[in-house]
């Protein structure tokens, strides 16, 4: 199975401001997602991180707002651009392993203000 | 467009009884299906998918797709299975996943 970690576990930021997350993956993996768990409800997905290229984005969010890189195979960073306070949410990465199941990291917590 | 439906938000039941979460989706082509569960205080995990038909910790889901349902069943629930639970649907071949909006079970003793 793929170890994941994400960077920060939780943060508490200003409106108007960025949050840059990492998320490492402790093996090499081709597929790797960013989630988002807004409160009280379920996660969505925002886009598919691919190495090498820029990402692919769902409806309703935008490179601008989301800006994600993908340097290499085992890692990620998603920015949250220009917070406000609908932005608080958990964020998720995950990654498909071996056997096409997916894993997902711990999330980070992000609370804005 | 693919949704997937859990109708129920919470689910209490006694430990040795049996529980059913429901999950219902649309998808016009050839879905996969799978729960996922989060414990308290844990990250998300695969409990099971259709595609395997595996009994994983007492748990069974089938997929029929005449009423489009994948309901998670288990017939003597324990403590231990207290969690909150999601569904979810990817179409084949692609590992993006639409997530139900979970059910939150809890076993009572």
């Known amino acids: 199975s793929a170890v994941i970690s994400q960077k920060p576990s939780r943060d508490i930021c200003q409106r108007g401001t960025s949050l840059t997350i990492q998320c490492q993956v402790d093996?090499?993996?081709?597929?790797m997602f960013w989630y988002r768990q807004q409160p009280g409800q379920s996660l969505t997905l925002i886009a598919t991180?691919?190495?090498?290229?820029?990402?692919?984005?769902e409806s309703g969010f935008v490179i601008d707002k989301f800006p994600i890189s993908r340097p290499n195979l085992t890692f990620s960073t998603l920015t949250v651009s220009n917070m406000s306070p609908e932005d608080s949410s958990i964020y998720l990465c995950?990654?498909?392993?071996?056997?096409?199941?997916?894993?997902f990291g711990p999330g980070t917590r992000l609370t804005v203000l | 467009a693919q949704r997937v439906t859990q109708p129920e938000k919470l689910l209490s039941v006694f430990k040795g009884a049996p529980v059913e979460l429901k999950c219902n989706y649309s998808?016009?082509?050839?879905?996969?299906l799978f729960w996922y569960v989060q414990y308290s205080r844990q990250r998300l995990q695969l409990l099971l998918r259709?595609?395997s038909r595996e009994s994983i910790k007492g748990f069974t889901a089938d997929l029929n797709k005449g009423e489009t349902s994948f309901h998670l069943k288990k017939p003597f629930a324990q403590e231990e299975d207290s969690a909150m639970y999601y569904c979810?649907?990817?179409?084949?071949?692609?590992?993006?996943?639409?997530f139900g909006a979970g059910t939150t079970v809890t076993v009572r003793a």
């Open positions: 998808y016009s082509g050839s879905p996969e």
């Open positions: 259709h595609i």
């Open positions: 979810a649907l990817s179409a084949r071949g692609d590992y993006k996943l639409s």
């Open positions: 995950s990654v498909v392993g071996d056997f096409n199941e997916q894993f």
């Open positions: 093996s090499q993996v081709t597929m």
């Open positions: 991180a691919n190495q090498g290229s820029e990402a692919t984005y």
